[in-house]
């Protein structure tokens, strides 16, 4: 899998604002698993605008932010001053360049809604050599499958499906990604990780936030920050394409508002011996 240096070209901006955060209990479920007294080090690779690198920095003596987006990375590092997290350094590069790196060890390596876009057979196994003894991989997303829906509060939801239909008329039906199409993994992390070094994975579940209401602008936003619909590949149309979703929105919520339901956070973990 080569990397196409275009796939969030113009996404940045729009990532933490548009994006659902994770668990609110997340950190403490990785600390319980694994120990955590903040000592050691992360990296946190394809860290984006380093949604779990600051979320965990406090945890770490040290904390990378790894992620090959020059804008991601530009983000990230306005985001650690604003909330003057202090331990945190940032390095461009894809995560198949681990080994090059010469980064030293880690006590645990997270990849948030990243480990997909790897090579991820060959980037596992160069994590598990980045791994001091007992140290760990863990792979994070969102995931309503099979979770149980709580009670939210009364606002309509996002009308996803006819936001992926007005997509799909500017863009067309099958999902863009950079300069080409996007291609989903043949099967899930824990599958990837059992062919590696790592074996079996555990799978942990943090409780989603049940009570995340969102603005129209959100909403827009998170649909920019996604790589099948940033804002370069609308070209000069964006402005119509934002005046559409922004129509839709208001025909479904006259107060503008939205109930999140984005499920909850998984966490994919496996230790390094
Ligand atoms: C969906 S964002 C995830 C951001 C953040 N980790 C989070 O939890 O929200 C995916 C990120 O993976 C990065 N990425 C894409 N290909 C990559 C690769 N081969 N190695 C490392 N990161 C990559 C992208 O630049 C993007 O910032």
Request: proline share 8%; charged share 25%; net charge negative.
């Amino acid at each position: 899998m080569s990397y196409d240096p275009t796939i969030d070209r113009g996404a940045a901006r729009h990532y933490v604002y548009g994006r659902p955060p994770y668990s609110r209990e997340l950190v403490a479920t990785l600390r319980d698993a694994l120990g955590l007294d903040g000592s050691g080090r992360l990296l946190d690779a394809g860290c984006g605008p380093g949604v779990l690198t600051l979320e965990l920095a406090a945890n770490f003596d040290e904390a990378i932010g790894l992620d090959p987006d020059a804008d991601m990375l530009a983000e990230a590092a306005r985001r650690a001053s604003e909330a003057g997290i202090a331990n945190v350094r940032w390095v461009q590069a894809v995560a198949e360049e681990i080994p090059d790196c010469q980064l030293g060890h880690f006590r645990l390596v997270t990849f948030g809604q990243s480990f997909q876009w790897t090579a991820r057979e060959q980037v596992a196994e160069a994590v598990y050599d980045a791994l001091e003894p007992g140290g760990a991989i863990a792979c994070i997303a969102p995931t309503v499958a099979g979770r149980p829906k709580p009670e939210g509060p009364d606002y309509p939801p996002i009308p996803h499906d006819e936001i992926e239909r007005v997509v799909d008329r500017y863009l067309g039906p099958r999902k863009r990604s950079g300069q080409g199409y996007r291609t989903a993994p043949p099967d899930r992390y824990e599958d990837a990780l059992a062919r590696t070094r790592f074996g079996v994975a555990k799978i942990l579940f943090a409780p989603g936030r049940p009570d995340i209401v969102r603005d129209t602008e959100s909403v827009l936003a998170g649909y920019l920050s996604m790589s099948y619909a940033a804002p370069h590949l609308f070209g000069d149309r964006l402005d119509s394409f934002a005046a559409d979703v922004r129509d839709i929105c208001k025909e479904h919520s006259p107060s503008g508002l939205f109930w999140d339901w984005p499920g909850d956070t998984e966490i994919v973990l496996a230790r390094h011996p």
